[in-house]
Nanobody, 120 residues
Framework: QVQLVESGGGLVQPGGSLTLSCAAS????????MAWYRRALGKQRELVAR???????EYADAVKGRFTISRDNAKNTVSLQMNSLKPDDTAVYYC??????????????WGQGTQVTVSS
């Protein structure tokens, strides 16, 4: 059994900052890529940022220069530092991880989502 639990969402004013965190727990043997996705109301889910186990990163054009993804392989966590937030960043943010379990079963897992609202 593997779980991803996110934290850190909330309400922030435009120009403000938030940090999202996600912890993976359970029968984990190895974690490959970890990522953050978001889904705004009425829109499709989109990739925000991804980080490999080696630390290579990629970002959506809309967040480049404002968001930073990082991970702690020892703790099985991934974080998303979000700066200069805009109303368009309002969405439910989901953590995602490509995991091999102790039973050698590889699967992509998702967190339950955390709401980020950027509004004055």
């Amino acid at each position: 059994q593997v779980q991803l639990v996110e934290s850190g969402g909330g309400l922030v004013q435009p120009g403000g900052s938030l940090t999202l965190s996600c912890a993976a727990s359970g029968s984990i043997r190895n974690i490959y890529d970890m990522a953050w996705y978001r889904r705004a109301l009425g829109k499709q889910r989109e990739l925000v940022a991804r980080i490999s186990s080696g630390g290579s990163t990629e970002y959506a054009d809309a967040v480049k220069g404002r968001f930073t993804i990082s991970r702690d392989n020892a703790k099985n966590t991934v974080s998303l530092q979000m700066n200069s937030l805009k109303p368009d960043d309002t969405a439910v943010y989901y953590c995602n991880a490509d995991i091999i379990t102790t039973k050698i079963w590889r699967q992509v897992y998702w967190g339950q989502g955390t709401q980020v609202t950027v509004s004055s």
